[in-house]
């Protein structure tokens, strides 16, 4: 699939889905969520399966540039966590549970943080090496 193919398609979803959400919503609530839900998700898998030309590109270029492998990991779980977190959140939004939205997006700000601890550890041992005089490179 094209890039334009798949942003017509994930657009006529998304605004299908959302139409008949704002249809359903006023008779079943609880269905407008669930076909609001279930948009979003056909959505995001379908985008999952357009990543690989995009992982491909940032592996060659944390090659280039020498950056270990697991820094783009890193990244990568960042990023997931941020995107499951904004679909969770919506969810929650969509279903009217504003308290609950706020405690999916604190989930997904403390799992970013512990994501980021083995990267806080590198660094600080970094700078205590160059304090040291050691040698930082290798």
């Known amino acids: 699939m094209t890039h334009t193919e798949v942003l017509v398609t994930a657009v006529g979803l998304l605004l299908c889905g959302g139409l008949l959400s704002a249809v359903l919503r006023s008779q079943r609530p609880e269905l407008a969520v669930c076909l609001s839900l279930l948009a979003g998700v056909l959505v995001a898998g379908m985008l999952l399966g357009q990543l690989s030309p ?27 966590i941020c995107l499951v977190t904004q679909l969770a959140a919506d969810t929650c939004r969509d279903a009217g549970d504003t308290a609950l939205a706020g405690k999916a997006e604190l989930t997904g700000r403390i799992l970013l943080l512990l994501l980021a601890v083995p990267l806080y550890e590198e660094i600080l041992s970094l700078i205590v090496r160059v304090v040291n005089g050691q040698a930082v490179m290798g």
């Open 54 to 80: 995009l992982i491909s590109a940032l592996r060659r270029m944390t090659a280039l540039g020498g950056v270990e492998e697991n820094h783009l990991g890193v990244v990568l779980r960042g990023a997931g």
